[in-house]
């Protein structure tokens, strides 16, 4: 998971918002400040271009090995059409009747069940925390599509009023980290049902308006018990 805020981003000015809400995989690259080497080289695998010249290795290879063959080689567009289509359409991804069967409808409605209801959580604690009453925060999920590699999911929290996306500190970040996602809901289980469902991007609204007065003390003693 990719928590995305100023601080969790190197390139800043890629996290401008002008409409919400706002997408970034396949729009925009983030590299991570945090999150160790594991995101960064999965972060950087989404990139098409680097994929592609991955699937066209084995084609360098033969080149190099025989040599007599290699402006052969090099004129094969098809073949390398046909090698780039089998890796992303194929290898990496699911088939459109392999989506279908990744759940069942039941486990999809319990699932997008599930991430409302902790998304609004998250919302609250969030809002209560910075004394929000007004406007609409936004909790959204993108996740990649490649399947049969580690899952990628950008989280952020988006807001109205701007629009902008929140920067996030520390105790908010471990808060989404520590209840976003967790079984039966999985980064990896979300995907199947964003797959099987044909969702690209899961937006979950709130108005602050709504945090009860309980939920606001609540946070309130929390943020002094905190030393904040």
């Not at 950087?44 to 402006?71: C, G, H, K, M, N």
């Not at 090698?83 to 989506?99: D, G, H, N």
């Not at 999920?141 to 899952?151: F, G, H, T």
Request: glycine share 4%.
């Amino acid at each position: 998971m990719f928590i995305l805020s100023p601080d969790t981003v190197a390139n800043r000015t890629a996290l401008d918002i002008r409409w919400l809400p706002r997408r970034f995989l396949g729009r925009t690259f983030l590299w991570p400040r945090q999150g160790g080497w594991r995101l960064c080289l999965r972060v950087v695998f989404e990139t098409e271009v680097l994929r592609y010249s991955l699937s066209l290795l084995p084609f360098v290879i033969a080149a190099l090995v025989w040599q007599d063959y290699a402006i052969i080689i090099a004129k094969a567009p098809i073949l390398m059409l046909i090698a780039i289509y089998l890796v992303e359409a194929r290898l990496l991804r699911a088939t459109p009747a392999q989506r279908a069967a990744l759940v069942s409808e039941a486990q999809a409605d319990s699932g997008l069940d599930m991430l409302r209801a902790r998304a609004r959580a998250i919302l609250t604690k969030i809002a209560a925390r910075r004394g929000l009453d007004s406007g609409c925060l936004h909790l959204v999920v993108e996740q990649s599509d490649l399947l049969r590699v580690a899952p990628l999911s950008l989280v952020s929290v988006q807001s109205e009023e701007g629009p902008e996306l929140l920067a996030l500190d520390a105790q908010e970040r471990a808060l989404i980290e520590d209840t976003l996602f967790v079984p039966p809901l999985t980064e990896r289980a979300l995907q199947r049902i964003g797959l099987a469902r044909k969702i690209e991007i899961h937006d979950v609204s709130f108005a602050p308006a709504q945090i009860s007065a309980h939920a606001r003390m609540a946070a309130l003693m929390a943020a002094r018990s905190a030393g904040e």
